[in-house]
């Protein structure tokens, strides 16, 4: 067996023959009709398809509805060309890879040993992301598309993870996660410095009014970093294969017509920010290259069906990005149509890869072969798609590539003698991968007949891709609206057979002999691949993330054993720290005019009472053994300050500490009726060893006198004219209110309220648990 | 454990009064010292006094405790409502009404503006998390005896 082994040991959908859903779970077909959500899922993608459609073919549309206004947001949605690529690909994709998931899912979960109702939460995450997808995509504003892509994210980890009872499900769903959603975070610092720059984050606006500056370089760099690790480009490419561990019908949408799309997409949307910097145009260019070199090279290296696909949408994607990074009108127009071209065929594959694994148990090319005449409908179907890949005549791919060669010899020749190698590697493996599933000696036979909805929609989208090769007009027009958007001036998009020796033929002719040389030679540079293969496994970056992801859990495993060893260490991570930056507050502080001592008059005398009072409860504090006497001199240390409160006037803060001392009395009371007699009276007997008595009374001193001149200087500070306390007294009246301080809670600091009341709410629902699983424990 | 006679005397006099207290202050907040958070802990305390004395199953039949935890999500909500509905209708996070100038309605003396029911909400939120809290810790104990 020349094939490699899988490179990366976690990956699922790996093992030649399939684990979970093996052969013996594979033979027990499972034609359980429609479920109810997939209906309702194929029913959400067909409505979405038409409506856009419908949209589309009336000139576009757009909604702008004030979001918040007071922070600029607006809900504003335009159905322009490049929202009707990217709309019309995931909601025509999705509804044909919902009908596919209608038959895949059951049949995924009965291998698996789960009910069939679990199936509505990978179509109800299915239409989350369709509908994520929507929303960026016609996403007129950056805040808002922000959270759209967020959105995606979301929905792709549910559905990456859909086997949750699997590890490698979940390590691959939480990579996924990370790695687009750490890098969403620096799409979300570029608007945000966009938004400083220019004050707004409405996109046509901003593509009216911005102007080279490396504020917006910088900007539209880190913009790009989060659209090219969405996009799966090297080096942020490795969550791809990983992601392979998801139910295919996920990998057929997500990874062909959805999330590696959004990319592209938002590369596309920001284009004219981008093309004010040709440097960043030469980075896009360098990572497609990079992309299209280790993806076509990986997928050529593969053995797992769903892995060559994968590192082939790495590769296909590189293309794109390269395509935006030559930019003008050919370069646009190439990378749209190549976008649309691809995730036809490419959406087809991964269902194709599914249906196999589903009808023989085998889940990679060494143990697949031979089945052409057993599954001839999927053959054919797949066959178009795959040559719809590898760019041959008659298909939609022709194009692609015709438009892919125009722009890069364009460009310079060795950008033309890199296409030629790029599409002579997507050649070799996708051959292969035909090939190797179709063609040869049988080698897993036939164990389960498969669904009509497990074949149709393959071949429905084999015939657009074959459609596409004859009748290219609608396709191309699509892809040219985009285009012009992409590109911020009209582009032409004209494509067509040319029976002559231009360059672009010349270059497709040389594409195809290199591939059947590659595939030819195979066997000659195999081990070369088995080595690459490998050095990317121990340095690549994956191996990165897991270092970093393990280094990252150790340090703050490290950081939480020391808070939660006991109560003092808890309670010191917190007060520690904090009292150290008060204390550095007054050190540095300037003390002119504080630490003053305020005349003493006969009227404050009842104030000096109370707090003489709490000193001598404080001090008292220290006598009592009893735990019950313990709490109540406690007590009275916040009754006596309570009633300064109140004497100073601050009848509402009085209220509080009143309760507030009473309710910790209540509490202290009811954890000592649940502490045995013994053990109180035992503890209250105990001694503390003198070596701490000395460090807890140095402890006590040191925090009194900080504290102490913390406040003394707070007090003795002249109090400014206009501050906060006077504006909130005087728009009390404002807010119907005679209570300043309820008016501060309901309404001027309303936010904080609420955020303290959830954080009482949480707390609530953890004591709960907490307490529930002690019992079951 | 049981609380003496006087104790029981005493908490079980002082319920009905707690609870007046907390809907006074509840409803006087907005022109006099008080807001959700007193009320709430007003009310949660003559419901604590009751368990110190009666202990939880007693205080179980009488009161509605296994209700807590839906009383303080219900509390949050109305707060969440409150925050978010001006949000909805395009006004800043808890925008209140009636705005500023204009003359809320009046029932006897008593305002109807929806800063009030902001604060309905965190008076329910707070009872309901401490009556939750308190049952909580109650039943644990009242497990642990039956295993012992």
């Known amino acids: 067996m020349d094939e490699l082994p899988p490179p990366t040991p976690p990956a699922g959908g790996d093992q030649v023959i399939a684990g979970p859903d093996g052969p013996e779970d594979a033979a027990r077909p499972q034609t359980g009709g429609f479920g109810p959500s997939a209906a309702g899922a194929i029913a959400a993608a067909v409505l979405a398809l038409v409506a856009l459609g419908i949209l589309w073919a009336d000139g576009g549309g757009s909604i702008d509805e004030p979001w918040a206004p007071a922070w600029d947001l607006r809900l504003s949605f335009a159905l322009d060309g490049l929202a009707a690529l990217y709309g019309l690909l995931a909601a025509g994709v999705g509804a044909l890879v919902f009908t596919y998931a209608s038959a895949y899912v059951p049949r995924h979960l009965a291998a698996d040993g789960r009910p069939r109702e679990d199936e509505a939460r990978l179509h109800a995450a299915m239409v989350l992301f369709l509908v994520a997808m929507v929303g960026l995509v016609t996403s007129e504003d950056l805040i808002l598309l922000f959270v759209f892509w967020d959105l995606t994210a979301i929905a792709s980890w549910l559905l990456i993870g859909f086997d949750r009872r699997r590890r490698e499900a979940r390590l691959s769903a939480l990579m996924a996660m990370l790695v687009?959603?750490?890098?969403?975070?620096?799409?979300?610092?570029?608007?945000?410095?966009?938004?400083?720059?220019?004050?707004?984050?409405?996109?046509?606006?901003?593509?009216?009014?911005?102007?080279?500056?490396?504020?917006?370089?910088?900007?539209?760099?880190?913009?790009?970093?989060?659209?090219?690790?969405?996009?799966?480009?090297?080096?942020?490419?490795?969550?791809?294969?990983?992601?392979?561990?998801?139910?295919?019908?996920?990998?057929?949408?997500?990874?062909?017509?959805?999330?590696?799309?959004?990319?592209?997409?938002?590369?596309?949307?920001?284009?004219?920010?981008?093309?004010?910097?040709?440097?960043?145009?030469?980075?896009?260019?360098?990572?497609?290259?990079?992309?299209?070199?280790?993806?076509?090279?990986?997928?050529?290296?593969?053995?797992?069906?769903?892995?060559?696909?994968?590192?082939?949408?790495?590769?296909?994607?590189?293309?794109?990005?390269?395509?935006?990074?030559?930019?003008?009108?050919?370069?646009?127009?190439?990378?749209?149509?190549?976008?649309?071209?691809?995730?036809?065929?490419?959406?087809?594959?991964?269902m194709t890869a599914g249906a196999v694994t589903q009808a023989t148990g085998a889940?990679?090319?060494?143990?697949?072969?031979?089945?052409?005449?057993?599954?001839?409908?999927?053959?054919?179907?797949?066959?178009?798609?795959?040559?719809?890949?590898?760019?041959?005549?008659?298909?939609?791919?022709?194009?692609?590539?015709?438009?892919?060669?125009?722009?890069?010899?364009?460009?310079?020749?060795?950008?033309?003698?890199?296409?030629?190698?790029?599409?002579?590697?997507?050649?070799?493996?996708?051959?292969?991968?035909?090939?190797?599933?179709?063609?040869?000696?049988?080698?897993?036979?036939?164990?389960?007949?498969?669904?009509?909805?497990?074949?149709?929609?393959?071949?429905?989208?084999?015939?657009?891709?074959?459609?596409?090769?004859?009748?290219?007009?609608?396709?191309?027009?699509?892809?040219?609206?985009?285009?012009?958007?992409?590109?911020?001036?009209?582009?032409?998009?004209?494509?067509?057979?040319?029976?002559?020796?231009?360059?672009?033929?010349?270059?497709?002719?040389?594409?195809?002999?290199?591939?059947?040389?590659?595939?030819?030679?195979?066997?000659?540079?195999?081990?070369?691949?088995?080595?690459?293969?490998?050095?990317?496994?121990?340095?690549?970056?994956?191996?990165?993330?897991?270092?970093?992801?393990?280094?990252?859990?150790?340090?703050?495993?490290?950081?939480?054993?020391?808070?939660?060893?006991?109560?003092?260490?808890?309670?010191?991570?917190?007060?520690?720290?904090?009292?150290?930056?008060?204390?550095?507050?007054?050190?540095v502080t300037p003390t002119g005019g504080v630490y003053v001592v305020g005349a003493v008059e006969r009227d404050d005398l009842p104030l000096v009472v109370a707090l003489a009072t709490c000193v001598f409860a404080a001090i008292s504090v220290t006598i009592p053994r009893q735990h019950i006497a313990l709490t109540l001199t406690l007590s009275g240390v916040g009754f006596s300050l309570a009633t300064a409160y109140a004497l100073m006037g601050g009848a509402d803060v009085a209220l509080v500490a009143v309760l507030v001392e009473t309710l910790f009395a209540l509490l202290f009371f009811g954890v000592f009726a649940l502490v045995p007699r013994s053990v109180l009276r035992r503890e209250a007997r105990r001694r503390s060893p003198d070596r701490n008595r000395w460090r807890d009374g140095v402890v006590a001193v040191a925090s009194g006198v900080i504290i102490t001149l913390v406040v003394w200087s707070a007090l003795s500070r002249p109090v400014p004219k206009d501050g906060m306390a006077e504006r909130h007294v005087a728009l009390t009246e404002v807010a119907h209110a005679k209570a300043t301080v309820t008016a501060i809670l309901a309404d001027f600091r309303g936010l904080d309220t609420f955020v303290e009341i959830t954080v009482i709410g949480v707390a609530m629902l953890i004591v709960m648990a907490a307490v529930r699983t002690r019992r079951r424990a | 454990m049981r609380a003496g006679p006087m104790v029981r005397l005493v908490a079980r006099s002082l319920l009905a009064p707690s609870f007046a207290v907390a809907a006074a202050i509840l409803v006087k907040g907005y022109a006099d010292a008080g807001d959700g958070f007193s009320a709430g802990a007003v009310a949660a305390l003559g419901v604590m006094l009751q368990m110190l004395a009666f202990g939880r199953e007693r205080v179980a039949r009488d009161l509605p405790l296994h209700l807590a935890p839906r009383v303080a999500m219900c509390g949050l909500a109305i707060a969440l409502g409150v925050l978010i509905i001006p949000v909805l209708a395009g006004g800043a996070p808890l925008e209140h009404w009636p705005p500023p100038g204009e003359k809320p309605i009046y029932i006897g003396t008593l305002e109807l503006i929806t800063a009030v029911v902001f604060d309905i909400g965190v008076f329910l939120l707070v009872l309901g998390a401490c009556v939750a809290i308190i049952d909580a810790l109650a039943r644990a104990r009242a497990a642990e005896e039956e295993v012992a």
């Open chain 1, 180 to 350: 687009t959603t750490v890098t969403a975070v620096l799409i979300l610092i570029g608007i945000l410095m966009l938004r400083a720059e220019y004050g707004t984050t409405q996109l046509p606006e901003l593509l009216r009014v911005a102007e080279p500056s490396t504020t917006v370089t910088v900007a539209c760099a880190l913009i790009a970093i989060g659209a090219l690790a969405k996009s799966a480009q090297v080096p942020l490419h490795f969550w791809l294969p990983r992601a392979m561990a998801a139910p295919t019908p996920v990998s057929a949408y997500l990874h062909s017509a959805a999330m590696v799309a959004a990319g592209v997409f938002l590369l596309s949307r920001v284009h004219p920010l981008i093309a004010l910097e040709p440097g960043l145009l030469d980075g896009l260019i360098v990572v497609g290259l990079l992309s299209m070199a280790v993806g076509g090279v990986l997928a050529l290296a593969m053995d797992g069906l769903k892995q060559v696909l994968a590192y082939s949408t790495i590769s296909q994607y590189g293309y794109v990005v390269t395509m935006l990074g030559v930019g003008g009108a050919k370069g646009a127009a190439a990378a749209c149509f190549y976008v649309l071209a691809h995730a036809l065929a490419k959406s087809a594959l991964f």
């Open chain 1, 363 to 587: 889940k990679a090319l060494s143990a697949t072969g031979g089945l052409l005449r057993k599954l001839p409908l999927l053959a054919a179907g797949s066959a178009a798609a795959a040559a719809g890949i590898a760019a041959l005549p008659l298909t939609i791919g022709f194009f692609k590539d015709e438009l892919f060669f125009a722009a890069s010899a364009q460009r310079s020749t060795e950008l033309g003698v890199a296409a030629v190698l790029a599409a002579g590697l997507t050649f070799a493996y996708m051959a292969r991968f035909w090939a190797g599933i179709f063609l040869g000696p049988l080698r897993s036979p036939v164990r389960a007949p498969l669904e009509r909805r497990l074949v149709w929609p393959i071949a429905g989208l084999g015939v657009l891709v074959v459609l596409g090769g004859i009748a290219v007009a609608p396709f191309a027009e699509l892809a040219g609206d985009a285009a012009t958007v992409t590109n911020g001036a009209p582009v032409d998009l004209h494509v067509a057979y040319h029976l002559d020796t231009r360059t672009e033929n010349l270059m497709a002719l040389g594409a195809w002999s290199l591939g059947l040389l590659l595939l030819a030679a195979r066997p000659a540079y195999v081990p070369a691949l088995a080595a690459f293969a490998r050095l990317g496994e121990r340095l690549g970056p994956d191996r990165l993330y897991w270092v970093s992801l393990r280094k990252l859990n150790e340090l703050s495993d490290a950081f939480h054993d020391f808070e939660v060893r006991d109560l003092r260490s808890r309670v010191s991570s917190v007060i520690v720290p904090a009292s150290v930056l008060v204390a550095l507050g007054v050190i």
